[in-house]
Structure formats: C-alpha cells, structure tokens
C-alpha cells in the first residue's frame, strides 16, 4: 500500500489533528457562538462545560475519531431549541462559525469542506424536521 492511499484512508478526525486539534477547536468554537448575539441566547441556561465536552465527542465522532459521544440524538438534543425559535438562520451562523474556526486553526479547505457537509447533513434533524 503507498504513503497516499494510507493516507486517503486515515478519518477526518486524524487528518485535523486529533484529540488536541478538537479540544482547541471546540474550545474556539464555542467562544465565537456565545460572542454572537443572533445565537448566544440559545445558550443563556446551559452549562457550557458540559455542553463543550458533549460536542466535543460528537464532532470527533462524525469525523471519524474514537467515538465517546452518548449524547441524545439531533431530534431529541434540539427539540427545545426549535420550541425556542431555532431556524436555518441560526443554523447557519453556527457553520459559519464552524468553519472560521477550523480555518482559523489552520485546517485545510477540503477538510473544513468534509466537516461543514457533516454538519449540513444534520440540519433537518437539528431544526426537527
């Protein structure tokens, strides 16, 4: 097997860099989301540790990494949110969010592209639909 197709193989997950890539990456995140007035609202009651640690395993779950996550299913996580007023605008702001964050920390287009068409993928279930 050549060095390339070795690493074609390797997740998401290994390419951005890892546990500590992630913790760094959850940890940006989560300060751009809550300096956001059009979606730090969402966030008023909730225990940001443990909401950084739960998104955390997710994100290293759907990119491949070791999977820890045994949070609720999108549905069920975001039901009160969608009670609450949560939309495609909202959903929007945190992929964009996403994104200038994995950018940010220096991960490549493509892979920053695979990570935003994961978290596309969840939309319909994140807004209930």
């Known amino acids: 097997m050549s060095t390339n197709v070795a690493e074609k193989k390797s997740s998401v997950?290994?390419?951005?860099g890892g546990e500590p890539a992630m913790?760094?990456?959850?940890?940006?995140?989560?300060?751009?989301?809550?300096?956001?007035?059009?979606?730090?609202?969402?966030?008023?009651?909730?225990?940001?540790?443990?909401?950084a640690a739960k998104?955390?395993?997710?994100?290293t779950m759907v990119c491949g990494g070791p999977s820890a996550y045994s949070g609720q299913d999108m549905r069920k996580g975001h039901a009160h949110l969608v009670k609450r007023g949560l939309n495609d605008t909202h959903f929007n702001a945190v992929a964009e969010h996403l994104g200038a964050t994995l950018a940010e920390l220096g991960v490549a287009k493509s892979l920053v592209e695979q990570v935003l068409a994961i978290a596309e993928s969840a939309r319909a279930d994140v807004l209930n639909r």
Do not use: P
């Open 23 to 51: 913790a760094a990456a959850v940890e940006l995140f989560y300060r751009k989301v809550l300096s956001d007035d059009r979606i730090s609202h969402f966030f008023e009651d909730v225990d940001m540790e443990r909401q």
């Open 13 to 16: 997950y290994e390419q951005i």
């Open 55 to 59: 998104q955390k395993a997710f994100l």
